[in-house]
Each structure stands twice: as structure tokens, then as C-alpha cells.
Nanobody, 124 residues
Framework: QVQLVESGGGLVQPGGSLRLSCAASGSAGSVFKFYAMGWYRQAPGKERELVAHIPSSAVISSVSTYYADSVKGRFTISRDNVKNTVYLQMSSLKPEDTAVYFC??????????WGQGTQVTVSS
């Protein structure tokens, strides 16, 4: 079985911070270290968009790590291949960041890997 479980979402005030986690297990866990991973988000009535992605290597650079223009400078993606976990550190949050956040392979996701996501709500 393949499983990706997102966590860490919640309600936060504008300008606040959250750290999201995505833990891979089963089939996803067994190949996690070989895959580039990413974070996606989807707001009600809007299409899912890619927020950030990170290569399989634990060494990160501004060239190898991708961020959408809307989050660049505010979000940081990282991963721990020992724990089979990818993180998204979110700071300076804005109301427009409100969405359900998902993790998956990136930049081309695998349909079977979509989980339930974690809700992030930015509101005063």
C-alpha cells in the first residue's frame, strides 16, 4: 500500500507561521528517497497548484528547489530521507494562502498518492 499523510495545518493569523509535514509509508515510503517531492495546494473553487518541490537529494540549492512566485521568500521546503518525511515551513502567511495542502511526487504527481491533505486557514 502507498500512503502519504499530511499534517501540521491549522488556523493562524496573518503574518504567522506553520510547519507542515508529509510522511510517506508503504510503497511510497520504500521509494521516497528516490523521488522528487512537492507540496500542492487547492482552495475552494480553484484548481490545485504546485507550491514547491524538492529533489531526492538532501542537499538543497536555490537552483534545484522550486517555489511558486506566490510563496517564494516565505515558504521553505525540506526533507528527511531517514524519516521519509517532507516539510513545508510557512512564514509571513497571508489570507490567500488559505487552502488544503497536499504532498505528492513533483513536478508530476502520481494519482494514487493523493492523500486527504491538511487544511491551512489564515484569518484574523
Amino acid at each position: 500500500q502507498v500512503q502519504l499523510v499530511e499534517s501540521g495545518g491549522g488556523l493562524v493569523q496573518p503574518g504567522g507561521s506553520l510547519r507542515l509535514s508529509c510522511a510517506a509509508s508503504g510503497s511510497a515510503g520504500s521509494v521516497f528517497k528516490f523521488y522528487a517531492m512537492g507540496w500542492y495546494r487547492q482552495a475552494p473553487g480553484k484548481e490545485r497548484e504546485l507550491v514547491a518541490h524538492i529533489p531526492s537529494s538532501a542537499v538543497i540549492s536555490s537552483v534545484s528547489t522550486y517555489y511558486a512566485d506566490s510563496v517564494k521568500g516565505r515558504f521553505t521546503i525540506s526533507r528527511d530521507n531517514v524519516k521519509n518525511t517532507v516539510y513545508l515551513q510557512m512564514s509571513s502567511l497571508k489570507p490567500e494562502d488559505t487552502a488544503v495542502y497536499f504532498c505528492n511526487r513533483a513536478p508530476r504527481p502520481t494519482d494514487e498518492y493523493w492523500g486527504q491533505g491538511t487544511q491551512v486557514t489564515v484569518s484574523s
